[in-house]
């Protein structure tokens, strides 16, 4: 393929009339023009062209705040009415803005280095830099879905927790950075025969935290797992020997990977163009193979040494998509290390933050087998003193 076809717009692929952002731009002063649209300090946006329906998007402001939009067909360049904000609403409407104006700034690198935090998350966070982080991933404690592995005297305890870890994590993320979680409903067992179990629906009270907390929600990934994974929590049992209707359960074979940013009135764009280290971002680009939709295939993971691992192969793809190399990545829940280790194995740096010892021995075994010349500090809270 020559440098020409590779470089070719998709609307010349297309063979669309209307080629780019300043003919859709025209386009658009026209048409407000001969409908008699006035308004003072009107001006347009970023033209967006939608090759899925074939039309360009451009945006119509007011004082630099959004009032709507017009919709053109990118093969006839004729304006699609039905699709376009209608001239009354035009000139009515109230900008809307995405915020404060953020003032300029320099994207700087973390100073940071690989580390394990034994201790509590919270306190963790709170002694960590502002702005030091670049990517978050983790797998939360269950809510009381396994016994061995957590429990919390109330489901609005454990959310108190989750809020603290999130408020927390806006704090140390750099702007306009990624916390990505992995959760899924939670199924309560019931304690007697003459009693019903519960399922919690824990991703949709995290989502409410996370929006509140100053995040944007970006992404609803599904993690797949094989049929017969769900198999255990012997949810659809019932149903399978009886086949009564009301008695109906599907058997759960996913679980959630939410994708939020952190608040910001930049585009990702800015994330790419000012990274201070241009070359680390071409060595990031993501090769043929990725994943092209939410469903994500991966077979589940045990292990001897944790009740509720994930598989790296979950968290390599959440760093590979979601962050730069030589960016540091966070795990507030270190659990086994799977973070830190995906981190690792991609040219990413790690911070993990883990309360149990047990669990940081864990840690300090998996990550022996790396190389020498990967220094990894392992740290007790009430020692660490980062500036």
């Not at 149903?239 to 209707?245: E, K, L």
Request: aromatic share 10%; hydrophobic share 35%.
């Amino acid at each position: 393929m020559s440098n020409n076809s590779a470089k070719s717009l998709v609307s010349e692929k297309r063979k669309y009339k209307v080629l780019n952002t300043q003919h859709a731009k025209g386009i658009a002063e026209n048409y407000l023009e001969s409908i008699g649209f006035k308004a003072i300090a009107i001006s347009f946006g970023l033209p967006e062209i939608d090759d899925r329906y074939h039309v360009w998007r451009v945006p119509v402001l007011k004082n630099n705040g959004r009032i709507g939009e017009v919709v053109i067909d990118a093969y006839s360049a004729n304006i699609d009415i039905s699709k376009s904000t209608d001239k009354e609403i035009l000139e009515t409407a109230q900008p809307i803005f995405s915020g404060k104006k953020t003032e300029k700034k320099d994207i700087t690198i973390s100073n940071l280095n690989n580390m394990v935090i034994e201790g509590n998350s919270v306190e963790t966070l709170n002694k960590l830099p502002e702005e030091s982080i670049n990517l978050i991933f983790t797998s939360p404690p269950y809510y009381n879905a396994k016994p061995e592995y957590s429990e919390y005297s109330t489901y609005d305890e454990y959310l108190e927790l989750m809020r603290k870890i999130i408020k927390g994590s806006h704090r140390v993320l750099s702007e306009g950075r990624f916390f990505v979680i992995n959760i899924s409903p939670v199924l309560i067992r019931r304690a007697s025969r003459s009693e019903a179990s519960k399922r919690i629906a824990v991703p949709f009270d995290l989502h409410r935290i996370f929006v509140e907390e100053g995040f944007d929600f970006i992404d609803d990934i599904h993690w797949v797992k094989p049929e017969g994974a769900g198999w255990s929590l012997g949810r659809g049992r019932r149903f399978a020997a009886d086949r009564n209707p009301l008695q109906y359960k599907p058997v759960p074979v996913t679980e959630y990977i939410l994708v939020y940013r952190k608040k910001t009135d930049r585009l990702i764009d800015w994330n790419i163009r000012k990274h201070p280290d241009q070359q680390a971002v071409a060595d990031s680009k993501v090769e043929d193979g990725y994943e092209t939709t939410n469903l994500w295939r991966i077979n589940p993971s045990r292990s001897k040494d944790h009740p509720a691992t994930f598989p790296i192969e979950l968290a390599e793809k959440v760093i590979r998509y979601y962050s730069f190399k030589n960016d540091v990545v966070l795990d507030p829940f270190g659990g086994s290390g799977t973070t830190g280790i995906g981190a690792l194995n991609l040219g990413r740096r790690f911070v993990m933050c883990e309360l149990e010892n047990k669990y940081v021995q864990v840690m300090k075994k998996r990550f022996s087998s790396f190389d020498l010349f990967t220094p990894i500090s392992f740290l007790k809270l009430k020692d660490i003193d980062i500036k």
